[in-house]
């Protein structure tokens, strides 16, 4: 019984709230009309702040995938113009720059980092494909730069450790680069010995390093080369002329074409015949 009493009251109060609800309406209708712009200002907003991560997101992936497919593609185009003789170096430095404002103006930590990690890359080859001498403080200037940029990669935190793994790595190239080979080994015994960079490439780059970074600590030294051998020229055989036959030098300015033709031969001097004896004018003739 109490039970149905309890139904019957709540029944009544929501038909009373019912039949009262167009005048408290009427007599509330500034304040509900403020609520409802309110709600209906909030949903725009959300759903736009919602399209408009989506539609940003994206664009920052493509543009990214494109300054990321430029740095090889970049890098294949100077070796080639360096096999012509062409120094094309200095076209890598507008590409890292473009990659270090990508990731100055992006949010995303994973994002950034891959775009520092290729601009660290991209100065490093700057480096390497020059033509002309680079001097020591050229050379510790831009690797500054490349470690202040793998550097920044670590400082994202990005949530993927393979990322995380390389950026490490480039630190110890750089140090490497720079011939502080303790340094390197250190910075490359803690990416291998990482647990956090289990099964990352960049791990066993750093194994095998370690393994062979000692063959670069001693200078190369580069045997002179062999004496070329003097070219001979070949003795062409021309029936008729003698092999031992010397040549005919031409006057200057007459052209040979074709073999050099043979030596005259010498013409004999005549020689006088002997004139006959005069007879003896004491020897009687006819016997």
Sequence with gaps: MK?????????????????????????????LIAAAAVVVVALIVYFWSYYRRTVVSVH???????LVSQVPDQINAVMRAAAQDADQSYTLMPLSQDLQEFAEGISDNN????????RGETLRAELHLRLTDVSRDEVAAQIAKAQASYQQALD???????????????????????????????????VAQGSQYAGTVAQAAAEYRL????????????????????????????????????????????????????????TPTPVPATPPAAPDANKPSGG
């Design 3 to 31: 039970s149905d009493h309890r139904h019957e009251l709540k029944t009544n109060e929501l038909a009373d709230w019912l039949a009262n609800f167009p005048e408290w309406a009427k007599q509330n209708r500034t304040n």
């Design 60 to 66: 920052n992936q493509e543009r990214l995938t494109r």
């Design 111 to 118: 994002m950034a980092a891959l775009a520092l990690i290729k």
């Design 156 to 190: 994202r935190k990005p949530s993927n450790p393979a990322l995380a793994a390389v950026a490490q790595f480039g630190l110890g190239l750089c140090e490497e680069e720079l011939g502080s080979f303790d340094k390197a080994a250190e910075i490359y015994r803690e």
């Design 211 to 266: 393994k062979i970074m000692d063959d670069f600590k001693t200078q190369v030294a580069f045997q002179p080369a062999p004496p070329q051998p003097q070219a001979t020229v070949p003795t062409i055989q021309i029936p008729g002329i003698s092999a031992s036959a010397p040549a005919v030098v031409p006057p200057p300015g007459d052209p040979v074409i074709g073999p050099t033709p043979p030596p005259a031969e010498a």
